[in-house]
């Protein structure tokens, strides 16, 4: 079945790693996202890339980096710059490469800083 | 970057009982979009509105495009218990059609 998967589900990390987050969609589609979500606030974009090869800073993007060597992978490196790391890492991708149609967004990966 | 403004913050409803939420921006919207999140889950699309005035419905639920294009409004009607969860508008500001905005949600308790 067509679709977005992320993993791992669920991550923990000591202060000063880096960690990765896999996202990985069958979809076709050529716009891929990453957000963050906290408790109570809406989603926030850190990265999106229209285009293998090509990525843009969201709104949030400090202490994240991204990459986008195939159109099915986006991963997303939280940093050990990202002060506050811990929350509910959600990928998502969408058919038109502007930002204007649906978003169909994976599981989502919740990490912990410990 | 400016955030879409979504009321209430939270509902408690009884089963069986019609929920209304709604979303406001400063800005103009081409689209709306509504999805849901179960608790874990990534949110899943609900309904997509495309044009000022629009009124779709999908099953229980039913949302409208405002046409001042500022708003948008999302009705359930005859709750039940898999309602519950959180809902969320989004959508890209005219200004910025790359630029998917969402707001903060609404997270619906529905009493058996």
């Known amino acids: 079945d067509g679709g977005i998967t992320q993993s791992p589900k669920y991550l923990f990390r000591k202060e000063g790693q880096n960690v990765t987050l896999s996202c990985e969609q069958n979809l076709n589609h050529d716009a891929m996202y990453w957000y963050r979500q906290d408790p109570g606030q809406g989603l926030r974009l850190i990265y999106y890339?229209?285009?293998?090869?090509?990525?843009q800073k969201g709104d949030i993007a400090e202490g994240y980096s991204v990459s986008r060597e195939k159109k099915e992978s986006f991963p997303l490196t939280v940093t050990s710059a990202q002060k506050n790391p811990t929350a509910f890492y959600l990928c998502?991708?969408?058919?038109?490469?502007?930002?204007?149609?649906?978003?169909?967004f994976g599981e989502g990966s919740r990490l912990t800083v410990l | 970057g400016q955030q879409l403004n979504q009321s209430p913050q939270s509902m408690f409803i009884q089963e069986g009982e019609d929920v209304s939420m709604n979303c406001t921006s400063s800005?103009?919207?081409?689209?709306w979009l509504w999805y849901k999140q179960d608790p874990g889950e990534g949110p899943v699309l609900l309904i997509a509105?495309?044009?000022?005035?629009e009124l779709t419905s999908n099953g229980r639920l039913t949302a409208q495009f405002g046409i001042t294009r500022k708003d948008s409004f999302l009705n359930i009607s005859a709750s039940i218990p898999s309602d519950v969860g959180i809902y969320f508008c989004a959508g890209p500001p005219e200004y910025n059609n790359n630029d998917m905005r969402f707001g903060a949600g609404t997270r619906l308790t529905v009493k058996p």
């Open positions: 800005s103009i919207f081409n689209t």
């Open positions: 998502a991708s969408s058919i038109l490469g502007g930002n204007t149609g649906e978003l169909f």
């Open positions: 509105l495309y044009k000022a005035g």
């Open positions: 890339s229209q285009i293998v090869n090509d990525f």
